[in-house]
């Protein structure tokens, strides 16, 4: 998880919300800027879901991988545009 502005850039902190979800901040763990959830899918298509929920217009990337297979995600958000984003093929 990376972000950039016109101003600066870095890497997004993780907070962990449950076993399935967690979120990010950028700028202070008093303001979560993303929400993303991976789902065991296997019994339903054989693959991985990811949902997402951005909480912001700032600009984004990021990579989700599988720690067995090595199998990778990514997704980028443009800046100024809130996104939100559901994958049920994801890996």
Do not use: C
Not at 18 to 32: I, K, P, V, Y
């Amino acid at each position: 998880m990376s972000w950039k502005t016109a101003q600066a850039e870095g890497a997004g902190k993780a907070f962990p919300l449950t076993h399935d979800a967690g979120a990010f901040w950028f700028f202070s763990a008093n303001n979560l800027e993303l929400v993303v959830k991976v789902v065991d899918g296997r019994s339903v298509n054989g693959r991985f879901w990811i949902f997402g929920a951005g909480l912001t217009d700032v600009a984004y990337e990021l990579a989700v991988t599988d720690r067995t297979t090595g199998a990778g995600w990514h997704r980028a958000a443009e800046p100024g545009r809130l996104e939100s984003f559901a994958d049920t093929s994801a890996f």
